[in-house]
């Protein structure tokens, strides 16, 4: 029996190697980098292609032509429709070839399968993991309607860590205090059962999609002469006005909404996807942003202390990213409970992506 | 297509080499300061020194979240993971787990045999106890007033038992590398450790294999018969164990020269072999200097020579042997048995906790 086989047997979540990606809508690129031409895309460990139709729907489907296996991130949107540039085939948003100059029968293997795409928050989503989304695209009001009442900025790291690391960082609770230094003394984390405990980070997703957590602690008040450090720390995580933290993360298995408050008053959201490129090439991506206050100045500077403490911890989550092993066994304690709940949600998806067997591009 | 560079990719760790059980050369001690990875037998390791200053030898991902324990730091004298703050002594236990009181029982690294000496870390592969000591090498040590010396490192493909059989193959020296003497260079399998006295004290008998290399009248090109070592009769000693070699060259009897040789298997496919040269000192520092030069130039000209086989030559083809060759078939019996070793030992560490 294998380290890893006996990691299940006792219950454990499976540890695996590889990109082991879930079931969801993952951010393929942003809206501004598809203009008008097609461009190449490797997403999943796949090549695919992105363009936009006649209606400037974004398309994202397999990039080799099936006639003779040209780039088709090479052709041309011709009247809202996809043209190789080597046989000038033309392929419509639904991934069916429309037109063969010189032909008149269309084979009928003359196909692609696009990807299930959905254009918000600024990004290109596609849907990985069948050919019907499970789940809609959830909604995250402070990006689309409450737009106004944020000053945020986008954020894009890329890795060389698994989607799966990327997610699990926010359910890693104790990580905020070891890695980031952050003085939670006391600090209460737990998993929610309840969509609605998750409200202000906008309306509920689809229950089986879901999970949540919450971190609620009081900061060390360190003050300036006695800890300079531990001051600096409080001051870029709380903007000085205050010790009681709490931070509320939810998503589904390829995203997390985050509201960050202090003394109950909410400072900071975030929206984070995820940009799976390939085996171990993965990146974050998203968007950040303090909650304005009634003065500008005031705002200006949240802004920048938001901007250092979201840059900062990144900066010391990337390495962490880039080189942690996969597909080992690992030790939990007793603080890892939720995160091996993470786990098995995380992979009942990677299963549910599994079951699909057909790969886009493959005529159904 | 992304206008932000790629990250780097992953280097992935190539299977372990055949290798026998030894003592093998990790790194130059000076390398070693703070938690720094380690690719060594073809595993991931990281390698730190602990609050007296030893160098301790780790698998590398912490048995918790597998975080790489080369970002970590040293605190109070033990290594500390920078992902959740478990701590490791130099024995691999986890020590502390911040907010857990019992430490689970898995959370235990394994840890490779280290000493530290000649200026190198060594590293035992072949089980958790090593099966002899690290020989000695008093020319580096009690005797290194003697001697005027230099440290050498060079790369290849090669295995660490190409490198090691080398000095065993006593033809190629006539053929690669042109040395001519009067009759043919002979090579004579040492019977017992202590006769390898010159080199050091003796090896254990297990691990031990020697020869000595004879050549009468050396004939030398033409040009270097003026420094008067034209016509001597020269000898090499060699003696070493699975992971190193200890050299003596003698000229009309007198030593000359020494060496230490150890390698480092980094992977199936990179090694490294370093050590020390040294160079008899007469008294005279001129003279010492130029024979320091001479010696290092032609040390340098012949590894070089060999290098170009090592990394063209293929591994595990040519195995037509002819008589010469009795000193490296006798050594790849005996590097053989060492590889069986070696796997027993690791077999039984896998399944002992």
């Known amino acids: 029996m294998t380290e890893t086989e006996d990691h299940t047997r006792r219950g454990l979540p499976p540890n695996p190697d590889g990109l082991n990606l879930a079931a969801s809508w993952y951010i393929a690129l942003s809206s501004g980098e598809l203009r008008s031409r097609p461009r190449a895309l490797d997403l999943f460990g796949r090549p695919l292609v992105a363009w936009r139709d006649g209606g400037g729907r974004p398309v994202v489907m397999p990039r080799y032509c099936p006639h003779m296996g040209a780039s088709l991130a090479l052709g041309r949107v011709v009247d809202g429709d996809l043209r190789c540039p080597f046989h000038h085939w033309s392929f419509d948003a639904s991934g069916s070839c429309v037109a063969i100059p010189g032909v008149s029968r269309i084979p009928t293997t003359a196909r692609h399968a696009p990807l299930p795409t959905v254009e918000r928050y600024g990004y290109v989503w596609v849907w990985y993991g069948g050919p019907e989304p499970a789940f809609d695209l959830p909604d995250f009001p402070a990006m689309e309607e409450d737009r106004g009442a944020y000053a945020g900025f986008r954020f894009d790291d890329p890795t060389t860590g698994t989607a799966r690391q990327l997610l699990e960082n926010g359910i890693d609770y104790f990580h905020f205090m070891a890695l980031h230094g952050m003085s939670l003394d006391p600090v209460n984390f737990r998993q929610l059962h309840d969509q609605k405990e998750a409200a202000d980070n906008g309306p509920p997703i689809d229950d089986e999609a879901w999970f949540g957590v919450e971190v609620d602690g009081t900061l060390k008040n360190w003050q300036l002469r006695d800890n300079p450090v531990g001051w600096l720390h409080r001051m870029v995580t709380t903007f000085g006005s205050g010790t009681h933290f709490r931070l509320l993360i939810d998503g589904w298995p390829g995203g997390q909404r985050f509201t960050t408050y202090i003394e109950g008053e909410e400072i900071s959201k975030v929206l984070m996807g995820i940009t799976p490129t390939g085996d171990y090439l993965t990146a974050q991506r998203g968007w950040a942003g303090v909650r304005r206050t009634n003065k500008h100045w005031k705002t200006f500077l949240y802004f920048l202390l938001f901007y250092a403490q979201n840059r900062g911890g990144t900066a010391q989550d990337i390495p962490i990213y880039n080189t942690t092993a996969t597909g080992r066994p690992a030790s939990y304690v007793r603080y890892d409970n939720v995160l091996v709940k993470y786990r098995r949600y995380y992979q009942s998806w990677v299963e549910h992506a599994a079951a699909d067997q057909s790969l886009p591009g493959e005529a159904p | ?353």
């Open chain 2, 1 to 353: 297509m992304r206008l932000k560079p790629s990250p780097p990719p992953r280097p992935s760790p190539s299977a372990a080499p055949e290798l026998a059980a030894g003592w093998y050369v990790a790194l130059p001690s000076a390398c070693l300061g703070r938690p720094r990875r380690l690719e060594l037998f073809g595993r991931e390791l990281v390698a730190w020194r602990d609050g007296a200053g030893r160098a301790a030898v780790l698998a590398r991902y912490c048995p918790h979240l597998s975080a790489d324990l080369a970002l970590g730091k040293i605190v109070e004298g033990e290594l500390r993971c920078r992902f959740h703050h478990w701590r490791f002594d130099a024995t691999g236990a986890c020590v502390d787990i911040p907010g857990v009181r019992r430490i689970p029982g898995g959370a235990h690294q394994r840890t490779y045999p280290v000493r530290e000496r000649y200026g190198f870390v060594w590293v035992w592969y072949g089980g958790a106890e090593p099966m002899f000591p690290l020989p000695d090498f008093p020319a580096l040590e009690a005797q290194r007033d003697r001697y005027t010396t230099y440290r050498f490192s060079h790369g290849t493909p090669a295995s660490p038992r190409r490198i090691l059989e080398n000095a065993f193959d006593h033809y190629h020296f006539m053929t690669l590398h042109r040395v001519r003497s009067a009759g043919s260079l002979t090579l004579t399998m040492l019977a017992d450790p202590a006769d390898a006295a010159e080199n050091g004290p003796p090896i254990a008998t297990e691990a031990w294999l020697g020869a000595r290399l004879e050549a009468r009248a050396l004939q030398l090109p033409r040009a270097l018969s003026p420094i008067g070592l034209d016509g001597k009769d020269f000898a090499l000693l060699v003696d070493g164990w699975t992971g190193g070699q200890r050299l003596t060259f003698f000229l009309d009897g007198e030593v000359v020269a020494k060496e230490l040789l150890g390698i480092t298997p980094i992977s199936g496919s990179r090694t490294v072999f370093q050590g020390w040269s040294l160079v008899r000192r007469v008294g005279r520092p001129w003279l010492d200097a130029l024979a320091h030069l001479g010696y290092r130039s032609q040390h340098l000209l012949g590894t070089r020579e060999d290098l170009a086989i090592y990394r063209t030559a293929k591994e595990g083809t040519g195995t037509v042997p002819v008589k010469h060759d009795h000193g490296v078939l006798r050594f790849r019996k005996h590097y053989q048995t060492w590889v069986d070793r070696a796997e027993a030992a690791e077999q039984n560490r896998t399944v002992a906790p």
